[in-house]
């Protein structure tokens, strides 16, 4: 018994550790720092008459053009998390709604009942996929708080979406 105790603190605990790992990865995709911030409002000045070498002033160009390619990649990044969790909060109102207007319809049955209405409008889209990545956006959806009591089926709020904007 105690061996049993033992696995589910270790599996507990190695759970915890994936969790921290993916909000630590989640986040840094789109949470800007001072650093960073310099970085991105970087401007290129032409200067026409300069004493440095065209190798120097190339160079200057370059890592201007790294910067708005770098603002641009946050700017997708926030913009992919943003839909992923608009996509996700739309499903699982749909799911609460068919799940209220029918009280023995069952969670899965609903999510099922969802997949194969969108299906005609995603060419290409297996059932696996589809499945798959509505799962991950609803994981990001609750890291930020938003999710359904599913005695109630009434929403919970969190901190909203906005907070990545």
């Known amino acids: 018994m105690p061996e049993r105790l033992n696995e589910d603190v270790s599996q507990r605990e190695s759970d915890s550790g994936l969790v921290t ?3 630590r990865d989640l986040l840094q995709g789109f949470l800007v720092d001072d650093f960073q911030r310099e970085f991105i409002n970087t401007e290129f000045i032409d200067r026409e008459h300069s004493n440095s070498s065209p190798v120097t002033e190339e160079l200057a160009r370059l890592f201007h053009q790294a910067s708005i390619a770098r603002k641009n990649s946050i700017k997708a990044k926030q913009e992919e998390i943003s839909s992923w969790g608009r996509y996700s909060e739309r499903f699982e109102d749909k799911v609460m709604k068919l799940r209220s207007e029918d009280k ?15 299906k005609p409008y995603l060419s290409g889209v297996s059932d696996e996929y589809l499945r798959k990545i509505t ?9 930020f708080g938003y999710d359904y009591d599913p005695i109630t089926l009434k929403k919970i709020k969190g901190i909203g979406w906005h907070m990545i904007e």
């Not at 023995?104 to 969108?118: C, F, G, V, W």
């Not at 609803?138 to 890291?143: E, F, P, Q």
């Open 104 to 118: 023995n319809l069952k969670d899965k049955t609903a999510r099922s009942q969802i997949y194969n209405e969108m």
């Open 135 to 143: 799962s991950k956006a609803r994981k990001i959806n609750k890291l």
């Open 21 to 23: 790992e993916i909000v």
